[in-house]
């Protein structure tokens, strides 16, 4: 039987119906953000048992008593990041969240640029920086945080113009594997427009034609070949149709917007996703029903029907997001390994309930090893990552080879450099003891370049060296390793992740 659950009431429609705001840690707690009707702080929900119950924790943020919007989007180390607009100002806002360690303090991501109706979101890249796009009816803007400090805003998008849809709007972001950023809005005309980063911002493109009558906000997702997928619906007469845009990667060309049969009159606010297979899974809304129709290898199936509405039942847009970020363990754990989840607001019996809804085939990966290597100019003091640094996932024979004492391991070569190796794992407790044992062996001995054995130190955010050697000589193993007693807690992250990194200088 599918999961559907009560997540919360009095959530508050306006500031809460725009925008995604449902993630996946890899340890599978699920997160939710919201605004209730009677409390105009941020509030985020989590659930540890596959969304049967939640813990609700309250920010203390006092946003907008108005339309604002809420974006969420999980990392590598399984930390929250949640994206808001804040008071009257409308100011687009943003903090962190995990269970051990609550809310952080609040950051601003433009002091300049107003975010109107719930325009903005929130995406992570390969290294955990945190991408934002926003707008304030005339511009589309974007910033970049990276290692915590954020970047110089950039207005990538702007015009004057009054056209039917009367502003630029309803921006959404996503990356792909090779942190290249797509971002999908609707202009002042509402056409469906794009813009894509690789190590420069394109001018926008327009994906669709005037249409004044389209009625729904653009959704994308990217599947595992990095093409990208956007839906949306627009009125023909009477009724809204669902239309569908593809990019391919491997040619660079985006196809013409097609329209999606239904079997339903109508196709209101759709939202798409991606699984680990390239199953993409539209959910929208219909008369107050919530239907799914899926695409599996180009082919579009028959729509059914998921959530089956009682009058006088009503539902804002449901939502569902697959992100190609994080990888860990080479698994994308935001992505679904079989089915679909997503959250709603059921506003027809006026309490307006926060639900949460899974497919019985819903499955995601759970991981507990997060390995990267790295050659380096210099050596990254914060971490566990750092600036511009892209390390390379290990891949699933490599963790074979990491697991196995055979003798047999995972290269990283350097010249003048630094090459490095990140190890996470996922520990049960905080209090225990943590032990690490790391073999290896370099082509320089251990005597002419230290080899170490750093842990990072969360409560510091620096790392702190535990181990190393001086005295190997080149091409013969040797161990380093330990036992952690004095004060685990403090190298113990979100979710009871711990991370060492191996590494030594190229002479």
């Known amino acids: 039987m599918a999961t559907d659950i009560q997540i919360q009431t009095n959530v508050d429609l306006n500031s809460s119906a725009r925008d995604v705001k449902l993630t996946r840690a890899s340890n599978g707690t699920l997160f939710v953000v919201y605004k209730k009707v009677t409390s105009n702080s941020l509030f985020i929900a989590y659930s540890t048992d596959s969304g049967l119950t939640w813990d609700e924790v309250d920010s203390g943020s006092l946003v907008s008593s108005t339309d604002i919007g809420l974006a969420l989007a999980i990392d590598s180390q399984d930390i929250v990041h949640v994206a808001y607009t804040r008071s009257s100002t409308s100011t687009p806002k943003y903090r962190q969240f995990t269970i051990a360690g609550g809310w952080t303090a609040e950051e601003t991501i433009s002091a300049t640029t107003t975010s109107k109706d719930g325009n903005l979101d929130i995406a992570i890249d390969s290294v955990d920086d945190v991408h934002v796009v926003f707008n304030d009816n005339v511009n589309i803007s974007y910033n970049k945080r990276t290692i915590g400090t954020w970047g110089t805003e950039s207005s990538l998008f702007s015009s004057e113009s009054v056209g039917n849809n009367g502003a630029n709007?309803?921006?959404?972001?996503?990356?792909?594997?090779?942190?290249y950023i797509y971002i999908v809005f609707l202009d002042l005309l509402a056409e469906i427009k794009y813009l894509k980063y690789t190590s420069f911002w394109t001018a926008a493109v327009s994906l669709s034609s005037t249409q004044s009558d389209l009625t729904a906000l653009p959704s994308i997702a990217i599947d595992s070949a990095d093409n990208v997928h956007i839906m949306y619906a627009r009125a023909n007469t009477?009724?809204?149709?669902?239309?569908?845009?593809?990019?391919?990667?491997?040619?660079?060309?985006?196809?013409?917007?097609?329209?999606?049969?239904?079997?339903?009159?109508?196709?209101?606010?759709?939202?798409?996703?991606?699984?680990?297979?390239?199953?993409l899974n539209v959910v929208y809304h219909y008369a107050n029903d919530i239907y799914l129709i899926q695409n599996t290898a180009g082919i579009w199936g028959s729509d059914s029907k998921i959530i089956d509405a009682i009058t006088p039942q009503a539902y804002t847009q449901s939502y569902i997001r697959s992100t190609v970020w994080p990888v860990i363990e080479a698994s994308h754990t935001n992505t679904a390994t079989a089915g679909y989840h997503f959250t709603l607001i059921d506003n027809g019996s006026g309490v307006n309930i926060l639900r949460y809804y899974a497919s019985t085939s819903f499955s995601a990966p759970t991981v507990d090893e997060n390995y990267h290597r790295i050659e380096t100019a210099y050596l990254p003091e914060i971490g566990p990552f750092s600036g511009s640094l892209v390390p390379t996932l290990f891949t699933g024979s490599d963790y074979t080879k990491v697991d196995d004492d055979d003798n047999i391991y995972v290269d990283q070569t350097a010249t003048d450099d630094y090459a490095i190796f990140y190890f996470s794992?996922?520990?049960?407790?905080?209090?225990d003891d943590i032990e690490v044992e790391w073999k290896g062996k370099s082509d320089i001995a251990t005597s002419t370049s230290t080899v170490?054995?750093?842990?990072?130190n969360y409560n510091t955010r620096a790392w702190q060296n535990i181990d190393s050697d001086t005295a190997t000589a080149a091409g013969t193993e040797f161990i380093l390793g330990?036992?952690?007693?004095?004060?685990?807690?403090?190298?113990?992250?979100?979710?009871?992740?711990?991370?060492?990194?191996?590494?030594?200088?190229?002479q």
């Open 169 to 179: 709007k309803y921006p959404k972001i996503a990356i792909d594997s090779n942190n």
């Open 238 to 279: 009477l009724n809204d149709l669902l239309y569908y845009i593809k990019y391919t990667e491997s040619t660079d060309t985006w196809a013409a917007a097609t329209q999606v049969p239904t079997t339903s009159i109508e196709a209101n606010y759709p939202t798409i996703a991606v699984t680990s297979s390239d199953v």
């Open 425 to 431: 794992n996922r520990g049960t407790y905080d209090t």
């Open 452 to 456: 170490y054995l750093d842990f990072f």
């Open 482 to 506: 330990t036992f952690v007693t004095y004060q685990p807690t403090v190298f113990y992250g979100s979710n009871l992740w711990v991370t060492a990194r191996v590494y030594q200088k190229a």
